[in-house]
T-cell receptor, first 114, second 117 residues
Framework: NAGVTQTPKFRILKIGQSMTLQCTQD?????MYWYRQDPGMGLKLIYY???????DKGEVPNGYNVSRSTTEDFPLRLELAAPSQTSVYFC?????????????FGPGTRLTVL | GNSVTQMEGPVTLSEEAFLTINCTYT??????LFWYVQYPGEGLQLLLK?????DKGSNKGFEATYRKETTSFHLEKGSVQVSDSAVYFC????????????????FGQGTILTVHP
């Protein structure tokens, strides 16, 4: 049971380039989330999904896009990368969206935009 | 809106010392409260949680009590170990006016804990 996996682990982008951060979970969770973690800050929610075909914006969605074509996968797309997007990105999933349900996190992707 | 404030870090302790990491929150309704831990190079993992006032969450010797009157959820451990060195995040779950949270979490900024032998 791999849990939540993310690829790549590290990436350096030039300003204006695009990339997709991959996230896969094998726990059959309906709910998935993307967060970014900036130094000395807590995690900020970028986008979330409550099931295949359903996505919604979180607190900091600008500059990102997501899709959810299957239960397992929830890729995050960066278009026209900017230095402000330098961060560590975490994907998470949970069984349901009830307030007390645990979120399971992937190991993160460290992205640098130069 | 919802917010979580944690004590400033980093916190440096000797092994077997007592640990307190303060956490206060602002939220409407009755959110659930969580402590997540992030070990070096890893993602976050749930340490403990509490879902209603006066609940005490506990795990691995850590405890936190949901105090609605002081809007707090302080993390404590009686005797820390070197292996407890990590970043600790306090978080709450959102609740919309309809009572649906979709599991969205608001995090505090994190507190770095370093324990020396």
């Amino acid at each position: 049971n791999a849990g939540v996996t993310q690829t790549p682990k590290f990436r350096i982008l030039k300003i204006g380039q695009s990339m997709t951060l991959q996230c896969t979970q094998d726990m059959n969770h309906n709910y998935m989330y993307w967060y970014r973690q900036d130094p000395g800050m807590g995690l900020k929610l970028i986008y979330y999904s409550v099931g295949a075909g359903i996505t919604d914006k979180g607190e900091v969605p600008n500059g990102y896009n997501v899709s959810r074509s299957t239960t397992e996968d929830f890729p995050l797309r960066l278009e026209l990368a900017a230095p402000s997007q330098t961060s560590v990105y975490f994907c998470a999933s949970s069984y349901a969206g009830g307030g007390a349900n645990e979120q399971f996190f992937g190991p993160g992707t460290r992205l640098t935009v130069l | 809106g919802n917010s979580v404030t944690q004590m400033e870090g980093p916190v440096t302790l000797s092994e077997e010392a007592f640990l307190t990491i303060n956490c206060t929150y602002t939220a409407t309704g009755y959110p659930s409260l969580f402590w997540y831990v992030q070990y070096p190079g890893e993602g976050l993992q749930l340490l403990l949680k509490a879902t209603k006032a006066d609940d005490k969450g506990s795990n691995k010797g850590f405890e936190a009590t949901y105090r609605k009157e002081t809007t707090s959820f302080h993390l404590e451990k009686g005797s820390v170990q070197v292996s407890d060195s990590a970043v600790y995040f306090c978080a709450l779950s959102h609740l919309s006016s309809g009572g649906t949270s979709y599991g969205k979490l608001t995090f505090g900024q994190g507190t770095i804990l370093t324990v020396h032998p």
